[in-house]
């Protein structure tokens, strides 16, 4: 979404929808789990957690944005990052 923003786009958006506790509770907070469950924010370069290219392949952020978990049900959550 930043390059979007950057290549003329007025406003972005990153939406992420979860439906497994994992994705924002746990007793893991290292990693790219830091970002999810204790930060709330995401920023820098961010590595790529498992499957093929783990630990390698990254994505590089230049801001940081702050989210919000919010409750949908069942035990789903998401949040909206406005770039």
């Known amino acids: 979404m930043e390059e979007l923003k950057n290549r003329g786009f007025t406003k972005t958006a990153a ?4 439906s497994d506790r994992p994705f ?4 893991n907070n290292e ?3 830091k970002f ?5 924010s995401v920023y820098g370069c961010i590595f790529k957690p498992t ?3 783990k630990n390698k392949d ?3 952020l230049t801001s940081r ?3 919000i978990w ?3 049900s069942d035990g789903r959550k998401y949040y909206i990052i406005e770039i």
């Open 24 to 27: 924002y509770e746990g007793r």
């Open 36 to 40: 999810f469950r204790e930060e709330y």
């Open 70 to 72: 919010q409750d949908l």
């Open 15 to 18: 939406v992420a929808i979860v």
């Open 51 to 53: 499957g093929v290219g």
């Open 31 to 33: 990693g790219i789990y």
């Open 58 to 60: 990254s994505i590089a």
């Open 65 to 67: 944005y702050d989210f």
